[in-house]
C-alpha cells in the first residue's frame, strides 16, 4: 500500500489520555512523516495499546493537540480518515461461520468502505488463496507462568 498524501502523517502535542480517571499518557510529543517507522516498545500496562488507539482515532487525547492524517483528534475529521487505518488488536475479531472473505466484506460494508479493494488486499498480504476458508487458524494468546 502506498501513502499518496506527503508530509507529517501524525502529530501529537502534549498528548495525554485517561480512561477511567487514570492517566495512561501523558505528555506525548512525536510527528511521523512519510516513509518513516515508528517502533513501540514497553512493558505490560505501559500505554502501548492505547497510543495505538489513539493514532487509529478510537480514543481521543484528554490534553494535548494530535493530528493523523491531516484530522484533528478529537473531532468529526476522524470520521473522514478512519478508512485509511488499519489497527489489529492483541486478538482478532472475526465470525467463525464465515470466511475469511466473508469477513473482510462484513467489516469493510460496516465501516463504509469499497469492498471491491477486498481482493486485493487479500493478494498484497499473501491470503488470496485462504480467502475461502471458514476458520482463520491465529493463535495470539499467551501462557503466562
Avoid: C, W
Avoid at 493514532?55 to 481521543?60: P, R
Avoid at 460496516?110 to 475461502?132: H, K, M, P, S, Y
Amino acid at each position: 500500500m502506498r501513502l499518496d498524501r506527503v508530509g507529517t502523517h501524525v502529530e501529537l502535542e502534549d498528548a495525554g489520555v485517561s480512561l477511567g480517571g487514570q492517566t495512561i499518557l501523558r505528555d506525548l510529543t512525536l510527528s511521523v512523516g512519510t516513509a518513516e517507522v515508528l517502533g513501540i516498545a514497553g512493558p505490560n500496562g505501559s500505554g502501548k495499546t492505547t497510543l495505538l488507539r489513539l493514532l487509529a482515532t478510537l480514543t481521543t487525547p484528554a490534553q494535548g493537540t494530535g493530528r493523523v492524517l491531516g484530522a484533528a483528534l478529537g473531532t468529526s475529521e476522524v470520521y473522514g480518515i478512519r478508512r485509511e487505518i488499519g489497527l489489529v488488536g492483541h486478538i482478532p475479531t472475526v465470525v467463525g461461520e464465515l470466511t475469511l472473505r466473508e469477513n473482510l466484506d462484513h467489516a469493510t460494508r460496516l465501516f463504509g468502505g469499497d469492498t471491491a479493494r477486498i481482493e486485493r488486499a487479500l493478494q498484497v498480504v499473501g491470503l488470496a488463496e485462504a480467502a475461502d476458508r471458514k476458520r482463520v487458524a491465529v493463535d495470539v494468546k499467551r501462557k503466562q507462568d
